[in-house]
């Protein structure tokens, strides 16, 4: 299992658009991948969790990854919030 904090770096925070960007790219993978925000838990699977969570831009989101391709699930939602998900 690996778990990493990541912040929201984009302005919107992570709204529809971000997170069906991060259900399609982590759907790739096999591991159970949860994000935990406060008391929110969800699974980064879930558009509709991921939305509820209501992150915003500056606040810290727990990830973690557990599975046989955990590595590079991991490194493929850092990727996406590194690139703001493509927001200006």
Known sequence: MII??????NASGIHARPA???????????????FIKGEHEVNA?????????AAKQ??????????????EALTAIINLFESNFSEE
């Open 4 to 9: 990493k904090n990541i912040t929201v770096k």
């Open 20 to 34: 069906t960007l991060i259900v399609k790219e982590v759907s790739k993978f096999q591991s159970d991948i949860t």
């Open 45 to 53: 699977k879930s558009i509709m969790g991921l939305m509820a969570m």
């Open 58 to 71: 500056g606040e810290e989101i727990e990830i973690k990854v557990e599975g046989p391709d955990e590595k």
